[in-house]
């Protein structure tokens, strides 16, 4: 794995993870010092995650974390629903065994309300 490529791996699970919250402003001179990385590859990291749609470049500011919205999280769920009724009949084909996704939905339902959210 590249230095580019593992910067981009680090910074893509800070985003996802909440590490780096959204709104926040993704500085170069910060990465550069926590990483140990050329500004060069961490340039090329953010650039990435703003092709992916996890940051956002403005001109003259630099690279920001997207605050969702509603008409995101709209398209999501639009999304989850029509990948999650394809696994579910593909897994039903198959007759697989859901004990294990009723497990985890048990545990998920215990978290308290003001839990961590990445729990």
Known sequence: MSTVEAATEALRG???????????????????????????????????????????????????????????GDDLYRFRRLLERGAVEVAVERRADFAPALAAHARLEALPDDGDWRD
């Open 14 to 72: 800070e985003v996802l993870a909440g590490i780096i919250a959204p709104g926040s402003h993704v500085r170069e001179a910060e990465l550069v010092e926590r990483y140990g990385i050329a500004r060069h590859s961490v340039r090329s990291a953010i650039a990435e995650l703003v092709r992916d749609g996890l940051l956002v470049h403005e001109p003259n500011r630099g690279a920001f974390v997207p605050i969702p919205d509603g008409a995101a």
